[in-house]
């Protein structure tokens, strides 16, 4: 157990619709990092926030935002959904030397 | 721009074989992390080891090695006396901390260990 949480564990939505994924990271993390995982697009990185403000930018489309909270809990909104954001979600929380430690995922199948 | 190449797509080994699992990173920094993660049939990734650019002594873990050589930019993992446990798929990642932050992932090599 990495000590990040995720919910929900599964999502079913239908194209068009908008969603919300939350994340919880380890205990004194300050980082959290989105990441998405599709069967032909690998493990891809998509924003990190840290304390608050967002640090890097990925590969994250313009119908999809995140925002890290006072709390340091995150949530990444996929918006007007399609097809292909079918996929596994993964959010991660970082340490100091860049070490993420990845929450168990959320599985988004658009129908 | 920074790159990380898996070419091991799949390995198949039999119980208590080694196996040597093989990552080629690209970058011009001077100054990166680069990792080895674990992804179980579950689905959760694993955190294994992070070496900095700056320290390429070799890390012997259990039945789990790396080595680190900068001179042919590889990172690789060695899995000695594999067992059905090991049997995941591993990802190598290069995270650039200079300048504009990078969180690179190889394809992943998936490894079945056969009993």
């Known amino acids: 157990d990495s000590g990040v949480t995720q919910t929900p564990k599964h999502l079913i939505t239908a194209t068009g619709q908008r969603v919300t994924l939350r994340c919880s990271p380890r205990s004194g993390d300050l980082s959290v990092y989105w990441y998405q995982q599709s069967l032909d697009q690998g493990l891809q990185f998509l924003i990190q926030y840290y304390n608050g403000e967002e640090r890097a930018k990925g590969n994250i489309l313009e119908r999809f935002s995140a925002q890290q909270f006072p709390d340091l809990h995150s949530e990444l909104n996929l918006s007007s959904l399609e097809l292909g954001d079918s996929a596994l979600y993964f959010c991660?929380?970082?340490?100091?030397?860049?070490?993420?430690?990845f929450g168990p995922g959320t599985r988004l199948l658009v129908l | 721009a920074q790159k990380v190449t898996q070419a091991q797509t799949e390995i198949s080994v039999v119980e208590k074989e080694d196996v040597t699992l093989d990552c080629v990173y690209e970058t011009r920094d001077t100054t990166y992390y680069l990792f080895w993660y674990k992804q179980p049939p579950s689905g959760e990734l694993v955190f294994l080891i992070r070496r900095n650019s700056f320290d390429e002594q070799n890390e012997i873990s259990g039945r789990y090695s790396w080595n680190f050589q900068k001179s042919t930019s590889s990172f690789n993992f060695t899995i000695t006396a594999s067992q059905v446990v090991d049997s995941a798929v591993y990802f190598c990642a290069l995270i650039r901390t200079s300048g504009t932050y990078k969180y690179i992932f190889g394809t992943g090599t998936r490894l079945k260990v056969l009993a």
């Open positions: 991660a929380s970082g340490d100091l030397q860049e070490t993420q430690y």
